[in-house]
């Protein structure tokens, strides 16, 4: 597979991704179920004050659902990449870096922030292994 395809299927795995999400805090249930399948175990995350390694499907599941409720708490009306970027490494690794727009009900920006995200690409098809929030 050349880079090309693999470029355009990680893009296609990348917007269904963000399609579930949207509808998943859209529905303001706290539901992370339907995120699961985008996710690898153990999958870790950075930000400026914590790293973190999630080692298990309830892990992930609680960290989704404290994130989907804490913007259910927002008033989430959705959110817009802007910027986004996508370097294969090769046909199983890529890296992918949006800065996201959050939105409320009435279409006001509540929050902006840039992730990057690191896939690879499984027997089970593109998992997320990590995330990193930048400065």
Same mark, same amino acid.
């Not at 996710?39 to 499907?57: C, E, K």
């Not at 404290?66 to 970027?85: C, D, K, M, V």
């Not at 902006?112 to 593109?126: E, N, P, Q």
């Given at each position: @597979?050349?880079? #090309?395809?693999?470029?355009?299927? =990680? %893009?296609?795995?990348?917007?269904?991704? $963000?399609?579930?999400?949207?509808?998943? +805090?859209? &529905?303001? &249930?706290?539901?992370?179920?339907?995120?699961?399948?985008? /996710?690898?175990?153990?999958? #870790?995350?950075?930000?400026?004050? @914590?790293?973190? $390694?999630?080692?298990? %499907?309830?892990?992930?599941?609680? @960290?989704?659902?404290?994130?989907?409720?804490?913007?259910?708490?927002?008033?989430?009306?959705? &959110?817009?990449? /802007? !910027?986004?970027?996508?370097?294969? /490494?090769? %046909?199983?690794? +890529? =890296? /992918? +870096? =949006?800065?996201?727009?959050?939105?409320?009900?009435?279409? +006001? !920006?509540?929050? %902006?922030?840039?992730?990057?995200?690191? =896939? $690879?690409?499984?027997?089970?098809?593109?998992? @997320?292994? #990590?995330?990193?929030?930048?400065?």
């Amino acid at each position: @597979m050349s880079h #090309s395809a693999t470029e355009t299927e =990680v %893009r296609s795995w990348f917007d269904e991704y $963000v399609q579930t999400f949207v509808r998943c +805090a859209g &529905s303001k &249930s706290g539901d992370a179920e339907p995120l699961q399948k985008y /996710i690898h175990t153990p999958f #870790s995350l950075a930000t400026d004050d @914590m790293f973190l $390694v999630l080692g298990s %499907r309830e892990e992930v599941a609680r @960290m989704l659902g404290h994130e989907l409720t804490q913007l259910a708490r927002s008033n989430y009306g959705g &959110s817009t990449a /802007i !910027e986004p970027t996508l370097q294969v /490494i090769n %046909r199983r690794a +890529a =890296v /992918i +870096a =949006v800065t996201w727009s959050r939105t409320d009900q009435s279409g +006001a !920006e509540f929050q %902006r922030l840039r992730v990057s995200y690191w =896939v $690879v690409k499984t027997d089970a098809g593109w998992r @997320m292994t #990590s995330s990193a929030v930048h400065k």
